[in-house]
């Protein structure tokens, strides 16, 4: 007798899920007698997302086009859960997988529940404890969690809090994150920047720092201490530059202008597209950031990392020693950087530390979990082992 294809959608809507799940989606299609895999985006973010779709050479089977100017969380939630309502009453897929914590994976898992659709949280039981922090990616996560039926954890940490959660054992399955298999296709040793600048500094012998800030709950106050101590920084450290790709929101840009915009080894560039992003942040020296993602990738490139943010639900890196956690305050701000400035031995503790976030594969586990739970003759392989 012979089996119907496992026809598996994905569900996304901004650049960082997009650059977790085009490999997924690339993996999927290594299968073509095996899986049907289905592309569905909300384009919560617009732009941003079509440049990772474009690098990736994915074709979206179903795109929402949600994105309107100064749109809320109730305008994502309302336009991407009508749509998919009727993405999946066309295509009727056997499983939906979404990811992270967007509120494009919340309302995806919260449609496919709708339609009695099992679901697949891929990167799932990540926690900060805070549902306030990060908001409202923290509760997106626990929501999503609560629908899913197969939980995709990225390390043996965020099984343990899925654990804690009373989600059964049997259905979570550690496979590593999938931005390492993103990493590894995308950063090249002779990437060409096609910027002067950029290109400048990085063959400078300026130690270099990347810093991108965009939280909404470091908007104001807080982004202005970080910016104020970054001034400070290159003042006291002449050997030293930052490259500062501005989010979009005015609120960020605003303030990054007034407090940074007249700093002669301060660049303050537009949002980078992701394979040039990753490709820089594997050439300079020192990250500051308050991303979520950034977190794992830039410890997969030996980078130390400094988080803008006084919680984070990735706390492997902290544990391994690769990131540290300074919050917003300016002196501490400061005191971190100019640390891993001067202090050679510090920063090699840091740099040097194990990655606890993935091998490279993550997609191909994943896959093998889906073609052996579906009765396809495909060996499940082996789960993560993060050593957290």
Request: include cysteine.
């Amino acid at each position: 007798m012979k089996m119907e294809k496992l026809k598996v959608m994905t569900v996304f809507g901004t650049r960082p899920e997009a650059i977790k799940m085009c490999p997924l989606v690339l993996e999927m299609k290594r299968y073509p007698d095996y899986i049907e895999p289905i592309v569905a985006v909300t384009a919560q973010h617009r732009e941003m997302l079509d440049q990772v779709l474009d690098l990736f050479g994915i074709r979206p089977d179903y795109d929402l086009n949600i994105m309107t100017a100064g749109q809320t969380l109730y305008d994502v939630t309302d336009r991407a859960l009508m749509g998919l309502r009727d993405v999946l009453e066309e295509a009727k897929p056997d499983l939906v997988l979404v990811h992270g914590d967007t509120t494009t994976t919340f309302v995806g898992a919260l449609a496919a529940f709708y339609r009695q659709i099992p679901v697949g949280h891929v990167e799932a039981g990540l926690r900060t404890g805070n549902k306030k922090s990060p908001y409202p990616e923290e509760m997106n996560r626990k929501l999503t969690a609560a629908i899913a039926d197969f939980h995709f954890a990225p390390t043996e940490n965020a099984k343990h809090n899925l654990l804690k959660e009373n989600v059964s054992e049997e259905d979570i399955y550690v496979t590593g994150n999938t931005v390492i298999d993103a990493l590894q296709t995308t950063v090249k040793k002779d990437f060409d920047f096609h910027n002067p600048k950029l290109e400048e500094a990085i063959r400078s012998d300026h130690k270099l720092i990347l810093m991108t800030t965009h939280r909404r709950e470091n908007l104001g106050t807080p982004m202005r201490h970080v910016y104020q101590a970054l001034k400070e920084v290159l003042k006291d450290n002449p050997g030293a530059e930052a490259i500062f790709p501005m989010h979009k929101n005015p609120k960020v840009r605003e303030v990054a202008e007034r407090v940074l915009g007249d700093m002669e080894r301060v660049h303050l560039i537009e949002p980078m597209e992701y394979e040039p992003f990753a490709n820089l942040m594997a050439r300079v020296d020192i990250v500051l950031t308050d991303s979520g993602g950034i977190q794992e990738e830039a410890p997969a490139l030996g980078k130390p990392v400094l988080v803008l943010r006084n919680t984070t639900e990735r706390p492997e890196a902290v544990t391994a020693g690769t990131v540290k956690l300074i919050g917003t305050g300016k002196e501490d701000v400061y005191a971190a950087t100019c640390r891993l400035l001067n202090d050679e031995k510090y920063y090699r503790t840091m740099a040097e530390a194990v990655n606890p976030y993935g091998d490279g594969q993550a997609c191909k586990r994943i896959v093998s979990f889906l073609l052996n739970m579906h009765g396809w003759p495909v060996q499940r392989l082996p789960e993560f082992k993060s050593g957290m």
